[in-house]
């Protein structure tokens, strides 16, 4: 090791004010000490807080560096703030979170592209003596970039960060006589915020991690462990994992009425479904083909052409079928022909006197209004569940400077706000699942799921893509707040999405091969249940109860391992994929794995994790059969095999046909 994780702890950082770069060894900096800081139950909870202060006499400056560590992990969040003390404003141009050098190495890094239905498109560049810069600049986390990259050294060292933040954010790799200068944070460009006397911020809060042997597993496990106890919002529904069902890839909002959505629902509950979602398609003028979409922003309409008995009265036929009732909202967005513009003129985000299609939050009005609009949603359909989408991309954003904030920080402080929205509403009602939606995945981080409860991983759900997208989320996310639907219906012709239930070659092996991809996590389905043939049918809801009564304690609480490489859409990766989870005390451990198309007809699995001197008995956790189903036949038959070979030899599968899989139980006896 490259001694990493000292790296990773230090308190180095920059701050660019009035045209001037300050760090720590910026003349006129003076470090004034070192201290640790306990916030509440902070030290119960096994975190430290430790805060490097500093002061930059020319402008009066107070900047603190801040290290929050967490017990047992080689992790940590790094984040600076800064005050001006002085008695004339300043400008904050730019904001380092943190700044490091990786010595000289033959160092590779990894990162992912992204765009709707591309998300987690794996990137692999060399730092070959040439400055490596990941960014977004379309003012959502995911577009273009997803805000994650590991960087991997010769000897397998493993450096992962990850930026904490909803906007735009920029990670740099800078080439420096053979070392590397790796700084980042809160993206730079069209950036500015001036602090008036007695003012602060924070800049972004940036997720670090060290590992080894070149395995993403060992940062990612760790990731996932600290978000599940220290970061995530999560609430008793949301981690009870409910099984849903959503209306929209089968009938958007074409053929979406009230009496489609109830004849779903009485399906849904007799599947085991435990929440219906009514997606977009309720909402707009009441007409057939309303063009809901201009008038986003008047959430008090509803389309009663398609639901005439209105959205309560759905809700509670939902309820009254013993499901949750969830609803779709993108509270953020304004519609061309939304009324909202004209009641309240300083609402819309503006940029040079245009405007970009959304609300601009920076404004505490807009924020006040978007936690009564959402709270009167919530109340008035008693919704448990809201979908909260986001489909358009702010760049710079907005630059009034009436809203509250300044001509430089618009989109800096829309997401400070919406955070803001975010927490009062769960605050307000802490039963209520928040899901974030953007254009699918196009806005997936760690600084929103601090205020959210599940994060859609993307639109499309093909199986090859479904497999490319979790194994990318989870080198971030725990796998419980990923949330993906199986393989869907699509109403309008997208040729990759080419599932049918109807077909007479869909073989029940198929069938269990799309579900079983989305028990891996946030379990969703969006199809036409009432269509669906009995057999079909019955092995859903044989998944479902598998899923609630098996699968979802390892979602919840396992560590994760990818066990293969990542697939790529196009059969251009790993055409294999397994994933272990591995319950923290070691006793048990589920193996879920799939063989793509391409994929060789044997392959060695090999698991990580074991105890090499422990005995596990390894069986199929699925036998196959549901009463009145057509089930696929056993795989693996009940075998003992030692940890050691298990950790050595792995396990061979072979008979799997193409998009066939297996889930196996390995328990330590």
Not at 370 to 394: E, H, R, T
């Amino acid at each position: 090791m490259h001694h990493l994780g000292a790296v990773i702890e230090g308190t180095e950082f920059a701050v660019y004010v009035n045209g001037t770069r300050i760090d720590s060894q910026t003349e006129g900096v003076q470090l004034e000490g070192t201290e640790e800081r306990f916030g509440s139950g902070a030290a119960a909870s096994g975190t430290r807080h430790v805060v490097a202060s500093y002061r930059y006499a020319p402008l009066r400056l107070a900047i603190e560096s801040h290290v929050a560590l967490y017990e047992g992990e080689q992790l940590v969040r790094r984040w600076v703030s800064v005050r001006n003390e002085g008695a004339d404003a300043v400008t904050v141009e730019r904001v380092d979170s943190f700044v490091l050098t990786l010595p000289a190495d033959e160092w590779t890094v990894l990162h992912y592209k992204s765009d709707w239905g591309a998300e987690f498109e794996p990137v692999r560049v060399p730092l070959a003596g040439e400055d490596v810069i990941l960014e977004t600049r379309k003012g959502r986390s995911s577009k273009d970039m997803h805000p994650w990259m590991s960087v991997i050294g010769s000897g397998g060292e493993v450096l992962t960060i990850s930026p904490m933040w909803s906007g735009n954010w920029i990670l740099r790799c800078v080439a420096e006589g053979g070392a590397y200068a790796v700084s980042g944070g809160l993206h730079d460009w069209e950036f500015s915020k001036q602090l008036e006397p007695g003012q602060a911020m924070d800049g972004v809060h940036v997720a670090m991690a060290v590992g080894s042997g070149g395995d993403l597993n060992t940062t990612s496990i760790p990731f996932a462990r600290v978000g599940r106890k220290h970061w995530y919002a999560q609430n008793g529904f949301s981690q009870s994992l409910p099984a849903e069902w959503n209306h929209w890839w089968s009938y958007e909002d074409k053929t979406i009425n009230e009496e489609v959505f109830r004849a779903n629902a009485a399906e849904a509950a007799k599947l085991g479904i435990e929440i219906c979602t009514l997606d977009a398609g309720w909402f707009g003028p009441s007409d057939v083909a309303s063009e809901w979409y201009e008038y986003r922003g008047d959430w008090e309409m509803v389309n009663t052409v398609r639901f005439p008995s209105g959205i309560r009265a759905l809700s509670d036929y939902v309820h009254g079928l013993g499901m949750k009732f969830g609803l779709w909202c993108e509270i953020e967005a304004l519609g061309k022909s939304a009324a909202l513009s004209q009641r309240y003129p300083s609402f819309p985000a503006r940029r040079d006197g245009e405007p970009l299609g959304y609300l601009c939050f920076g404004n505490p009005e807009v924020q006040d209004w978007a936690v009564g609009m959402l709270d009167k949603l919530i109340s008035g359909y008693d919704c448990q569940w809201i979908k909260l989408d986001f489909n358009l991309d702010p760049q710079a954003g907005c630059n009034c400077t009436d809203h509250g904030h300044g001509a430089g920080d618009g989109l800096f402080e829309h997401y400070n706000g919406y955070y803001r929205v975010l927490d009062r509403v769960r605050g307000m009602h802490p039963d209520v699942i928040l899901e974030n939606c953007s254009s699918g995945g196009l806005r997936i981080d760690l600084g929103m799921m601090q205020h959210t409860h599940t994060t859609f991983l993307s639109d499309p759900d093909w199986p090859e893509h479904s497999l490319q997208v979790f194994w990318g989320a989870t080198t971030m996310l725990a796998p419980e707040v990923c949330l993906h639907w199986s393989y869907s219906e699509f109403l309008w012709d997208y040729e990759k999405q080419r599932f049918n239930p109807l077909s007479p070659d869909l073989e029940p092996h198929q069938f269990d091969y799309y579900t079983r991809i989305a028990m891996m996590r946030g379990f969703g389905i969006s199809q036409k249940l009432p269509q669906m043939p009995e057999w079909m049918r019955a092995r859903l809801a044989h998944h479902i109860g598998l899923y609630r009564d098996k699968v979802k304690p390892f979602v919840r609480s396992a560590d994760l391992y990818r066990l293969t490489g990542q697939p790529v859409r196009g059969g251009h990766g790993d055409c294999w994929s397994a994933f272990q989870y591995s319950m923290p005390e070691g006793e048990e451990h589920i193996v879920f794995v799939f063989r793509l198309p391409g994929g060789e007809e044997e392959r060695t699995i090999v698991l990580q994790g074991l105890d090499a001197e422990a005995v596990y008995l390894v069986s199929e956790l699925d036998g196959g059969e549901a009463e009145g189903s057509v089930g696929t036949a056993k795989q693996v038959e009940p075998v003992l095999r030692t940890g050691a070979e298990l950790l050595a030899k792995g396990i061979a599968f072979g008979g799997l046909a193409v998009e066939e899989s297996v889930i196996l139980s390995v328990v330590k006896q």
